[in-house]
């Protein structure tokens, strides 16, 4: 069942636990002691907000929270009259699933404070605890299953435990040095990203990036300075991508970009970008400023040239390597002909 933009009908109120939470005020809910545990209570968010505010005033928050799927532990704060959930870019609740549409389903905060969830026609339905619905209002505790893994919990939560959750959440996918994506969420997108790519026959590219000799500087100027260049090569990296590249550190001395839609050529002239930006880079420094080169090996999937994501990083990580072996602070590209399996353990790799 489709519903319009001005399609946002009432209900009855939203229905809370019926369990007593920490914080009821005793006077004035003294019927609420006398409910069994196991009944439901039926109530708005004013109310239960009202009820369930702690002693500093603060009241609750509808959210949205990844418990399975792509992006686990995500939270997305519902501060919109209308929240689109589904692939579609232009969806506030962007969920990388191949059985979810683009357009997949809605959430509608009513004037009422009533939080209801409409499926917009999608391809396999939207669920609630194991439920296909069309629309529903939706119940603290909820869990909504859009495709095939994504399971998302409705959840009312107070600003202060919402701010905890969401820098848990940052701590759990950013690199704390960088403040850059971190190797697990990098995993996490690629997953999405190349199945997206593989389906719609877009090309798709890994550009490995490794400073080179950075041993020297942690050697020569400490690790201190060793951070301070890590720092800085992140925020230049980061200011030269596109909002919808993935910028990850992705161990030591190593990036990684995944960039969607651009071509083999394209892809050079982005890696030999990232390459001279670095190069003109002077970080300031005690004993005079520094500079720093890098090396940039790149892979493209175009159509089925490329059999699963590892392979693809491999053939980065090959081409990586080739720029390494040639003289460093230069671009290598993996082309067809070239093996797949990138090589391991070699001593070079701990000088670079």
């Known amino acids: 069942m489709s519903f319009g933009g001005n399609d946002e009908r009432g209900g009855p109120g939203l229905r809370g636990s019926g369990?007593?939470?920490r914080g009821f005020d005793d006077t004035a809910d003294h019927k609420l002691e006398q409910v069994p545990e196991d009944a439901t209570v039926i109530t708005n968010l004013d109310e239960l907000a009202r009820r369930t505010g702690t002693g500093g005033g603060e009241s609750l928050?509808?959210?949205?929270?990844?418990?399975?799927?792509?992006?686990?532990?995500?939270?997305?704060r519902l501060d919109r009259q209308v929240i689109y959930l589904g692939r579609g870019e232009t969806c506030e609740v962007q969920i990388q699933d191949s059985g979810v549409s683009r357009k997949h389903a809605r959430v509608v905060l009513e004037p009422t404070s009533e939080v209801w969830l409409e499926d917009l026609d999608s391809t396999n339905g939207t669920f609630v605890e194991n439920h296909r619905v069309e629309r529903r209002l939706l119940r603290d505790g909820d869990k909504i299953q859009l495709g095939r893994t994504t399971i998302i919990k409705f959840s009312l939560t107070d600003a202060t435990e919402l701010q905890f959750a969401e820098q848990m959440y940052v701590s759990?996918?950013?690199?704390?040095l960088t403040r850059l994506n971190n190797r697990k969420f990098f995993d996490e997108q690629f997953v999405a990203?190349?199945?997206?790519?593989?389906?719609?026959?877009?090309?798709?590219?890994?550009?490995?990036?490794?400073?080179?000799?950075?041993?020297?500087?942690?050697?020569?100027?400490?690790?201190?300075t060793g951070d301070l260049v890590l720092k800085v090569v992140a925020r230049t990296l980061a200011r030269i991508l596109r909002t919808e590249d993935i910028l990850a550190r992705y161990g030591g001395e190593e990036f990684v970009i995944l960039t969607r839609g651009i071509d083999k050529g394209n892809t050079r002239l982005l890696a030999e970008r990232v390459?001279?930006?670095?190069?003109?880079?002077?970080?300031?420094?005690?004993?005079?400023?520094?500079?720093?080169?890098v090396s940039v090996g790149t892979a493209t999937l175009v159509e089925t040239n490329v059999a699963s994501r590892m392979a693809l990083v491999a053939a980065a990580d090959a081409a990586l390597y080739r720029a390494k072996r040639n003289g460093r602070n230069r671009?290598?590209?993996?082309s067809e002909t070239d093996p797949l399996e990138a090589p391991h353990n070699n001593t070079e790799d701990t000088n670079a």
């Not at 997206?196 to 090309?203: E, W």
């Not at 390459?275 to 004993?287: A, D, M």
């Open 331 to 334: 671009v290598e590209q993996w």
């Open 275 to 293: 390459r001279t930006t670095i190069e003109s880079l002077l970080i300031p420094h005690p004993g005079g400023a520094l500079r720093i080169t």
């Open 19 to 21: 369990s007593r939470r």
């Open 193 to 224: 990203e190349f199945a997206f790519a593989s389906r719609h026959h877009i090309p798709l590219s890994v550009l490995m990036i490794d400073l080179d000799r950075f041993k020297d500087v942690n050697d020569t100027h400490g690790h201190p």
């Open 61 to 76: 928050h509808p959210h949205l929270i990844v418990i399975a799927g792509n992006n686990v532990g995500k939270y997305y």
């Open 172 to 176: 759990a996918t950013q690199d704390a």
